[in-house]
């Protein structure tokens, strides 16, 4: 069954980096776009980025642009979030999410990583 | 950027009546190539990511119960549950994916009253 499996959340000082990853299973990974979708504590649902099933398109959100850098490796099904310049206001849950494409819904979620942002 | 904001923020309905949850886009999420509504319905239960219940406005996903629908009108888009069960207590979020950034709307919870 399709496994979509985050780590590599926790607890990070502000202006500091974290790498998140997405373990991929279950389908073929190189047909899907991959995106990350963060949730504030007690908030709703943020896209931030995606990335395209060949890797040769990249969409990010003004909020994150120029600090985070998705990426993904088609050998180990995995697909990674480099977070830089880590802010407060970026704590959060940080889900991985599949897609068909760029222009279709995301139809599977992984059950996230908590990312906290804190002095 | 594509604006979602939904009505209302929560509603309590009792079981096996019908809960209504709308919709609606700043800018038509509507493709003339396809004539198709790039909008898009899930379901979040406490400490559970969301679930896709509907896309393409109305088409239900693969599982989804019956009692789910949903319907547009230009920019308007309503989730309707026809007679609400137990399960069905949680956030409901609309998300466009006509163009980035893609969005969703602020979410609506649904309780039993």
């Known amino acids: 069954q399709v496994q979509l499996v985050e780590s590599g959340g926790g607890l990070v000082k502000p202006g500091g980096s974290l790498r998140l990853s997405c373990a991929a299973s279950?389908?073929?990974?190189?047909?899907?776009?991959m995106s990350w979708i963060r949730q504030a504590p007690g908030k709703g649902l943020e896209w931030i980025s995606y990335?395209?099933?060949?890797?040769?398109?990249?969409r990010y959100a003004d909020s994150v642009r120029g600090r985070f850098t998705i990426s993904r490796d088609s050998a180990r099904n995995s697909l990674y979030l480099q977070m830089n310049s880590l802010r407060a206001d970026d704590t959060a849950v940080y889900y991985c999410?599949?897609?068909?494409?760029?222009?279709?819904?995301?139809?599977?979620w992984g059950q996230g990583t908590l990312v906290t942002v804190s002095s | 950027d594509i604006v979602m904001t939904q009505s209302p923020d929560s509603l309590a309905v009792s079981l096996g009546e019908r809960a209504t949850i709308n919709c609606k886009s700043s800018?038509?999420?509507?493709?003339?190539?396809?004539?198709?509504?790039?909008l898009a319905w899930y379901q979040q239960k406490p400490g559970q990511p969301p679930k896709l219940l509907i896309y393409?406005?109305?088409t239900r996903e693969s599982g989804v119960p019956d009692r789910f629908s949903g319907s547009e009108s230009g920019t308007d888009f309503t989730l309707t549950i026809s007679s609400l069960q137990a399960e069905d207590v949680a956030v409901y979020y609309c998300?466009?994916?006509?163009?980035?950034?893609?969005?969703f709307g602020p979410g609506t919870k649904v309780d039993i009253k």
């Open positions: 999410a599949r897609a068909r494409g760029s222009t279709v819904p995301f139809d599977y």
């Open positions: 800018q038509s999420v509507l493709y003339s190539s396809n004539n198709k509504n790039y």
């Open positions: 393409w406005a109305s």
């Open positions: 279950g389908f073929t990974f190189s047909d899907y776009f």
């Open positions: 998300q466009q994916y006509h163009s980035t950034p893609l969005t």
């Open positions: 990335l395209s099933s060949s890797g040769g398109t990249v």
